[in-house]
């Protein structure tokens, strides 16, 4: 069975730094991608970064931008998310994922077949 675990999550202050990792058993990023998605209390899932396994092509959803970092090791099959600069409205649980092979839409939740239980992440002011 293929599954994903994260850790790292908790409580940070604002303006503080968190790093999330996301430990594959099985090799589900090697299909085509990973990825962290984050959902707060009565939002919608929302995108975070994405990272191509073959190549490390990286992508960012808006709020990552210039604070997080998405970064992938191979040889642990891991998908790690360095952030900084955290903001309360960063509070929310934070998802790692495994995308479908042969996709494009690395944005889109329904592009991923596979989900980790979640960890939360606590930013307070």
């Known amino acids: 069975q293929v599954d994903l675990a994260e850790s790292g999550g908790g409580l940070v202050q604002a303006g503080g730094s968190l790093r999330l990792s996301c430990t594959a058993s099985?090799?589900?990023?090697?299909?085509?991608?990973g990825a962290w998605f984050r959902q707060a209390p009565g939002q919608a899932r929302e995108f975070v970064a994405s990272?191509?396994?073959?190549?490390?092509?990286?992508d960012y959803g808006d709020a990552a931008k210039g604070r997080f970092r998405i970064s992938r090791d191979i040889a642990q099959n891991t998908v790690n998310l360095q952030m900084s600069s955290l903001e309360p409205e960063d509070t929310a649980v934070y998802y790692c994922a495994a995308a479908r092979p042969y996709t494009h839409s690395l944005w889109d939740p329904s592009t991923y077949d596979l989900w980790g239980q979640g960890t939360q992440v606590t930013v307070s002011v």
């Open positions: 990272i191509r396994w073959r190549d490390g092509t990286t």
């Open positions: 099985g090799q589900p990023f090697s299909k085509s991608a």
